[in-house]
């Protein structure tokens, strides 16, 4: 495992102007869902300009920095396909199933935070959360090699090495630091098709500070997957999962999302807490 630390600074070309697409194109109801597939031939990058009816949502949720998007969306339905980071099927429908369907989530992150986005693949939703929220720190933990790749080149063509830093490896071994480096935490830790809740709770809940929060978008499977695995968050340390709709009134569908707070410290971090008080105590006698 080897931790890629993007550059900050100015880095990256600037995105293009943003352009909207006449030809308004609907999808089905956005989920929780991988953006993965096989590679293909690139396809035209008109297929990433911003459907016309998704133009209002895409201004709200992204402002000034729409541009930002819109070259995100170029990036993903060319270089994305190419490289097999993104179905082919997958790039006319970028900006409803991808980036606003990830951008809405940034409702339930605070001001100014530090965000771990885990298993980002070809960068949803943690670069779609830093080109909406310059205000946050990202992070990007991703363990494939040939995705973490993609992730260095995206985030400095688009200009975000300043907010943006990508961890190659995996969600266990970035909260353990186990390769040497400090282990790894944040406020908010997201998570998009990567595992089922218990799954995720274990591997993401460790990454979160006390009462910082898993953010996973779920789609339509939460509530059964809150029922099957609430015993297990608990477990975990985590709280009572809480099931949220982001971009109400914006998008259609609104993102599900599933949010766990991680309200107390169990297994090893209990253990390393308690060790942490005696010294404490012991060096204050
Ligand atoms: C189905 S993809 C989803 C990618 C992206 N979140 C999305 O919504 O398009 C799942 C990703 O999780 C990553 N992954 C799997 N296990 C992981 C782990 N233990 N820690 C971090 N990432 C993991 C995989 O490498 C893969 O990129």
Redesign the pocket.
Known sequence: MTHDDVPTGPGGTSPGPSAVRPDAHSAGPAD?????GGGAEAPDPTVAVLPVDLAGAARTLFGDRLDIAAAYAELLATDGVVRGLIGPREAPRIWDR?LLN?AAVAERIPEGVEVL?????????GIVLAIARPDLAVTL????AR?TSFLIEAVERLGLGGTVRVFR????E?ATGSTGLAPLRADVVT?????PLDRLAA?CLPLAVPNGRLVA?KGASAAEEIAEHAAAVAKLGGGEPAVHRCGVGVIDPPTTVVEVVRERLVGRARAAAGKRSQGGRSRRR
């Open positions: 929780s869902r991988s953006s993965d991808h990830c986005d885990v298993g980002s693949g070809a960068g949803l939703p933990v991703e363990p494939l995705r490896g995996r969600a266990e970035a998570a998009r098709a990567v595992a591997w978008l």
